[in-house]
């Protein structure tokens, strides 16, 4: 660990296991001119072997110590050095056609992938280890108990490839949850149907907000039984149930103005 002690607060916990982070650097694949941005690098696990992989790193690191560490072990012409949190940080401000990579804390890895998902635009790809709880919820197919919100806002906008399983021990200190590798690439504006992305999200937002409720329940005072009939849609579907096209389509149809 070289003196550093991980951070409860900034949930660090930092990858160790060589034969993961090769799994990682190969997946990810990077070219020498990539615009490859590491968040939160930590020690250094991955940021090591990207950095053999390209001709400059981008890095978004909130932890004062390690950020330290980086500008002593790597020239600026080589790294460049974000601080801050990457809640707040404005990645388009790097750049464009952006493959993220990083091994997010956990604590803060749902607002931070809603926070990325605003920056589809300027990106490429993301790549990162999570906890595979959370992996689990990405990928989620209509029907399974962990698809909810976080499913439908992700796989609207990203193609999501759940990797590489990453067991505790391959981390200092250990977690104590099992972790993943999880890939997501930016759909095609031709693929992003809906009308209003606001429209969208509020009713998905609150067509989960009890999600063991029918949707005509949770959804009363915003789609009447009659506008469900208009769409095809059974309003005692659970919101589980639904698929991310017939979600689109609720807020399409609702986003025209039509009487709920």
């Known amino acids: ?33 990539d615009v490859v941005v590491e968040i939160g690098p930590g020690l250094g696990a ?33 790294m460049t050095i974000h601080e801050g949190d990457a809640l707040a940080f404005d990645f388009a401000s790097i750049g464009k056609n952006l493959r993220l990579v990083g091994n997010l804390p956990y604590n803060i890895s749902t607002p931070l992938l809603f926070h990325l998902a605003d920056y589809v635009d300027v990106l490429h790809d993301m790549h990162f280890m999570l906890q595979k709880e959370v992996v689990e919820r990405m990928v989620a197919e209509p029907g399974n108990a962990d698809f909810g919100r976080m499913s439908v806002m992700l796989q609207y906008r990203f193609y999501l490839e759940w990797l590489i399983d990453v067991p505790p021990e391959s981390f200092d200190p250990p977690p104590k949850v099992q972790s993943a590798v999880v890939r997501l690439i930016p759909k095609p504006a031709s693929e992003l149907t809906a009308k209003s992305l606001e429209k969208l999200s509020q009713v998905v937002l609150t067509a989960f907000s009890q999600r063991r409720k029918m949707l005509r329940n949770t959804m009363k ?20 149930d639904v698929s991310v096209e017939d979600y689109v389509r609720i807020a399409n149809y609702l986003s025209t103005g039509a009487q709920p």
């Not at 090769?22 to 990810?28: E, L």
């Not at 940021?47 to 980086?70: K, S, W």
């Not at 005072?221 to 589980?240: H, K, Q, V």
């Open 46 to 78: 991955i940021t090591e072997p990207l950095m053999q992989r390209v001709d400059h790193l981008h890095v978004v690191e909130i932890d004062r110590d390690l950020i330290a560490r980086l500008k002593k072990q790597h020239p600026p012409e080589r």
């Open 1 to 33: 660990m070289k003196g550093h002690v991980a951070r409860k607060r900034f949930g660090q916990n930092f990858l160790v296991d060589h034969g993961v982070i090769a799994a990682i650097v190969s997946a990810i694949n990077p070219k020498r001119d």
């Open 221 to 240: 005072g915003m789609l009447s039984d009659a506008g469900f009939a208009e769409l095809g849609i059974a309003p005692t579907l659970r919101p589980e």
